[in-house]
């Protein structure tokens, strides 16, 4: 089992920064990809960002590439979402997620992680 607990979200004007982080702790030696997804009311699950956990190749939705930054520390099992430029249409509730396997044709779709986090609300106000 590996736990994951994010933090960081709030509420930011349009235009600001935020920095999400991802605690993961358990068996995070099985973890070979995290991400960040996003849920806003009444729509599905989305992907935003993933980064594998050796070699640290990294993927971004089209809407978030530029303006995201996702890394992690392996020392410290921790996972970052740097949110720069931030705008109204990214107000949503933000997952982490953990895989035990790595898949660039895969590694979007939510099926593919099997632990998330509880999640944290960013809120952009225009």
């Known amino acids: 089992q590996v736990q994951l607990v994010e933090s960081g979200g709030g509420l930011v004007q349009a235009g600001g920064s935020l920095r999400l982080s991802c605690a993961a702790s358990?068996?995070?030696?099985?973890?070979?990809?995290m991400g960040w997804f996003r849920q806003a009311p009444e729509k599905e699950r989305e992907f935003v960002a993933a980064?594998?956990?050796?070699?640290?190749?990294?993927f971004y939705a089209d809407s978030v590439e530029g303006r995201f930054t996702i890394s992690i520390n392996n020392a410290k099992n921790t996972l970052f979402l740097q949110m720069n430029s931030l705008k109204p249409e990214d107000t949503a509730v933000y997952y982490c997620?953990?895989?035990?396997?790595?898949?660039?044709?895969?590694?979007?779709?939510?099926?593919?992680?099997?632990?998330w986090g509880q999640g944290t609300q960013v809120t952009v106000s225009s």
């Open positions: 997620a953990a895989s035990g396997r790595f898949s660039e044709t895969k590694i979007r779709k939510p099926s593919e992680y099997a632990y």
């Open positions: 358990g068996r995070t030696f099985s973890t070979y990809s």
């Open positions: 980064i594998s956990w050796i070699g640290g190749s990294t």
